[in-house]
């Protein structure tokens, strides 16, 4: 009986197992439920079906509670930093109105005079250099006014060279010499021309005049000198006339043949130092 123990214990395969209930359910006479197990079963999927829907419907109203808190916690949020921060900006404004305002005002004034000074100074510098370019372009202009006018006159002396070069007459030469020096009337060589105009006309007095008045303006102008000698022999001071004679000899040689043959100093070709002066030793031999 031991030995046969563990053989009854064991279960009967799956397929048999099986093919006993449709056996059994098969040889049954009645239904093995009757209604009321049925409605019993039909009202407990029933509830739980209800059971389910309700839990959902809990859990998808707690969820959406609890966005909607933090989307309000959130918006709550925003408008209390806007709000703050409109605060401060405020506080700020006032404290800058309550404290500040004189300060503002004051830099205010003080860049608006800055600025003034400045652009007075910018002024005055270029009122400064615009009077200075027109000072500049006036005396460029006066040169070139100057200058033309300097061309002219030269232009009409140069003519009045030409002129008083072709005239004939003494008296006519020394109108020409009278024009020249109310154009120039520092023309030392007008004055010494005309003096040898004056010369030829026997007034020796107005010659030396002349000559003085041009050598005050060239003391070395050697045909003043030489004038000064003619007109000094015209009228008898022989010294004179021999020492202006002898400075003009040194400032050009051709004075030296000129004065061999100018009547002027025929009365002094018997002076010893007008020999020595004029004539050179081939001269005086071939005199002799």
Same mark, same amino acid.
């Given at each position: 009986?031991?030995?046969?123990t563990?053989?009854l ?15 059994r ?11 009321f197990?049925e ?28 966005e909607?808190?933090?989307a ?28 500040g ?5 004051d ?10 000074d400045r652009?007075?100074e ?5 009122e400064?250099?615009l ?42 030469? /020394?109108?020409?010499?009278d024009?020249? &020096?109310? =154009?120039r009337? !520092?023309?030392?060589? %007008? @004055?010494?021309y005309?003096?040898? $105009? ?9 010659? /030396?005049s002349?000559?003085?008045?041009? &050598?005050? =303006?060239?003391p !070395?102008?050697?045909? %003043? @000198?030489?004038?000064l000698a003619? $007109?000094?022999?015209?009228?008898g001071r ?13 400032i ?33 031999t071939?005199?002799?």
């Amino acid at each position: 009986m031991l030995l046969s123990t563990p053989a009854l214990s064991e279960e009967p395969p799956e397929e048999a197992r099986e093919a006993d209930v449709a056996e059994r359910v098969a040889e049954l006479d009645e239904p093995l439920y009757n209604p009321f197990i049925e409605r019993y079963l039909l009202d407990e999927v029933r509830s739980l079906r209800t059971d389910l829907l309700n839990t959902r419907a809990e859990l998808i109203e707690k969820v959406v509670n609890k966005e909607l808190s933090v989307a309000d916690k959130s918006m709550s949020y925003a408008t209390d930093t806007v709000t703050y921060f409109f605060y401060l900006i405020a506080a700020a404004t006032s404290i800058l109105v309550l404290i500040g305002w004189n300060s503002i005002r004051d830099m205010r004034q003080q860049l608006t005079n800055l600025a003034e000074d400045r652009v007075n100074e910018l002024v005055v510098v270029y009122e400064q250099r615009l009077k200075d370019i027109e000072e500049q372009l006036k005396q460029k202009s006066d040169i070139i006014h100057q200058n033309q006018a300097d061309i002219e006159r030269t232009n009409e002396v140069h003519s009045l060279w030409l002129k008083a070069s072709q005239e004939p007459s003494q008296q006519n030469k /020394i109108t020409v010499y009278d024009q020249i &020096l109310e =154009l120039r009337p !520092d023309d030392v060589e %007008a @004055l010494s021309y005309k003096a040898d $105009a004056v010369l030829e006309l026997q007034e020796p007095l107005w010659a /030396i005049s002349l000559c003085l008045r041009a &050598l005050k =303006l060239a003391p !070395d102008n050697g045909h %003043a @000198l030489y004038q000064l000698a003619c $007109a000094y022999a015209e009228i008898g001071r022989w010294e004179d006339a021999v020492n202006n004679l002898a400075m003009a000899i040194d400032i050009s040689e051709a004075y030296r043949d000129d004065a061999s043959t100018d009547q002027s100093f025929a009365q002094l070709h018997e002076h010893d130092r007008f020999c020595s002066l004029v004539y050179t030793e081939e001269t005086q031999t071939a005199v002799v």
